[in-house]
Nanobody, 129 residues
């Protein structure tokens, strides 16, 4: 059982930046695939980025909508995943969630909400115009 806690959300002007963090407890963090999603009012929860670690290598996956603006990271020693968000736009306003998955056999599944076993409580990001 993993417990995830996000932090770092807030109010920022368009063009600004925020960094979200997600601290995990539970099983060996390095075995988790960590993902970030967001959900705006009235919309489906949307995949943003995922990161996995295997054999000493880190693998990154991004949604096209955030590629080049958002950067996902992880620190296995601190059981933490991060999401650096730059060049923020009003349409980035949403509740942001981190999630953790175990025993995922294919990276093609990282984009799917149902792949993830554990979720944080979410942190609000508001981008003003």
């Amino acid at each position: 059982q993993a417990h995830l806690v996000e932090s770092g959300g807030g109010l920022v002007q368009a063009g600004g930046a925020l960094r979200l963090a997600c601290v995990a407890s539970g099983r060996t963090f390095s075995r988790y695939v960590m993902g970030w999603f967001r959900q705006a009012p009235g919309k489906e929860r949307e995949f943003l980025a995922a990161i996995s670690w295997s054999g000493g290598r880190t693998y990154y996956y991004y949604a096209d909508s955030v590629k080049g603006r958002f950067t996902i990271s992880r620190d296995n020693a601190k059981s933490t995943a991060g999401l650096q968000m730059n060049s923020l736009k009003p349409e980035d306003t949403a509740v942001y969630y981190c999630a953790a998955a175990t025993d995922v056999y294919s990276s093609s599944l990282y984009y799917r909400r149902g792949t993830y076993d554990y979720w944080g409580q979410g942190t609000q990001v508001t981008v003003s115009s």
